[in-house]
T-cell receptor, first 114, second 111 residues
């Protein structure tokens, strides 16, 4: 199984540009998440989805948008990139509804906004 | 908002030494998880603890969940260079919807 796949792995954006970070999972998980990780820090939740067609804000949603049209895909959109959005972005998925829920993470997208 | 704190923030030790890292909160969590993250990779789950007072062992790693389910510790015996990484604790909120992550302890084990 591929698990959680994120693309691209690296990207440099200019201020004001837009981009979409792609995330797909093949484990039929109902929950998907987007986190950002700043240098030396833990993970902060940007958005999450409990199933196709349902999304909700996390701790730091400003400047981002998401959609969940299918169970497998959960893209993250940056409309007007700002230097404060320079970070490593992780997508994760889990199956909520059973004991000992585990989050499976992608390898991350390292984004630099200049 | 349920917050998790971790200590120490950084830890550098020699191979063969023992160490303990801590995860604390003022909130009660239905479960706590420990993840290890290596450079350039996403976090990978090590263990989930669910019951207050629970102790789980994975080879040289011992995890404990506090009686009140507000804190947890990770003890590593005879650390190896392969234990180097960022150790994150995560609490599953009481709605079972989200994971709240601590800031992590960055461990460096020197040969």
């Amino acid at each position: 199984n591929a698990g959680v796949t994120q693309t691209p792995k690296f990207r440099i954006l200019k201020i004001g540009q837009s981009m979409t970070l792609q995330c797909t999972q093949d484990m039929n998980h109902n929950y998907m998440y987007w986190y950002r990780q700043d240098p030396g820090m833990g993970l902060k939740l940007i958005y999450y989805s409990v199933g196709a067609g349902i999304t909700d804000k996390g701790e730091v949603p400003n400047g981002y948008n998401v959609s969940r049209s299918t169970t497998e895909d959960f893209p993250l959109r940056l409309e007007l990139a700002a230097p404060s959005q320079t970070s490593v972005y992780f997508c994760a998925s889990s199956y909520v509804g059973q004991m000992n829920t585990e989050a499976f993470f992608g390898q991350g997208t390292r984004l630099t906004v200049v | 908002t349920q917050l998790l704190e971790q200590s120490p923030q950084f830890l550098s030790i020699q191979e063969g030494e023992n160490l303990t890292v801590y995860c604390n909160s003022s909130s009660v969590f239905s479960s706590l998880q420990w993840y290890r993250q290596e450079p350039g990779e996403g976090p990978v789950l090590l263990v989930t603890v669910v019951t207050g007072g629970e102790v789980k062992k994975l080879k040289r790693l011992t995890f404990q969940f506090g009686d009140a389910r507000k804190d947890s510790s990770l003890h590593i015996t005879a650390a190896q260079t392969g234990d180097t990484g960022l150790y994150l604790c995560a609490g599953e909120d009481n709605y079972g919807q989200n994971f709240v992550f601590g800031p992590g302890t960055r461990l460096s084990v020197l040969p």
